[in-house]
T-cell receptor, first 110, second 114 residues
Framework: DAKTTQPPSMDCAEGRAANLPCNHSTISGNEYVYWYRQIHSQGPQYIIH???NNETNEMASLIITEDRKSSTLILPHATLRDTAVYYC???????????FGQGTTLQVKP | KAGVTQTPRYLIKTRGQQVTLSCSPISGHRSVSWYQQTPGQGLQFLFEYFSETQRNKGNFPGRFSGRQFSNSRSEMNVSTLELGDSALYLCASVRMDRAGETQYFGPGTRLLVL
């Protein structure tokens, strides 16, 4: 599975958009980009995933560059409850295996 | 749909004992993955079961084992517990569709080994 690189921490003002970057320069053609978040001591929460196209759901948007070597998770209107560790993971299907890195700690401030 | 259920939520054991943790996946999901989370090592993949067969395995010693039943419920067992096995054990219910695999995590079982 390809390795991802994320900044260790980021701050965001409440109500503003939070843009979390992720580099995955060694991603292969059959690997998806997944985003999860983990609020302290809880199980990771699925946010969104994509293969090539940009994706949007009720929680967030995922922007994947055309060469697929990087992506950005966008939380359009961050709230204090979005404070969490955000994990960007690259994984192929049918493995049941996610490799978690250190993630980005997002602190949303009032 | 009900979410992923893990029991028990908290557990205290002593070194040398064994422990069994249980996971009930989301209805209709046939695959379950298990993970260990510690402050030092982060979230690490243990193994994955699909239709009662172990399909993938992480880099853990043989003391860690699991199984899956015909109703997709899964158990994991750790024998001869060590202090370093203290961790949050997470189970994920895996949905498979045209958009690939999506894992939905349970709340975890927090194990403390004394």
């Amino acid at each position: 599975d390809a390795k991802t690189t994320q900044p260790p921490s980021m701050d965001c003002a409440e109500g503003r958009a939070a843009n979390l970057p992720c580099n995955h320069s060694t991603i292969s053609g059959n690997e998806y980009v997944y985003w999860y978040r983990q609020i302290h001591s809880q199980g990771p929460q699925y946010i969104i995933h994509g293969l090539k196209n940009n994706e949007t759901n009720e929680m967030a948007s995922l922007i994947i560059t055309e060469d697929r070597k990087s992506s950005t998770l966008i939380l359009p209107h961050a709230t204090l409850r979005d404070t969490a560790v955000y994990y960007c993971i690259v994984s192929s299907s049918n493995t049941g295996k996610l490799i978690f890195g250190q993630g980005t700690t997002l602190q949303v401030k009032p | 749909k009900a979410g992923v259920t893990q029991t028990p939520r908290y557990l205290i054991k002593t070194r040398g004992q064994q422990v069994t943790l249980s996971c009930s996946p989301i209805s209709g999901h046939r695959s379950v993955s298990w993970y260990q989370q510690t402050p030092g090592q982060g979230l690490q993949f243990l193994f994955e079961y699909f239709s009662e067969t172990q399909r993938n395995k992480g880099n853990f010693p043989g003391r860690f084992s699991g199984r899956q039943f015909s109703n997709s419920r899964s158990e994991m067992n750790v024998s001869t517990l060590e202090l370093g096995d203290s961790a949050l054990y997470l189970c994920a219910s895996v949905r498979m569709d045209r958009a690939g695999e999506t894992q939905y995590f349970g709340p975890g079982t927090r194990l403390l080994v004394l």
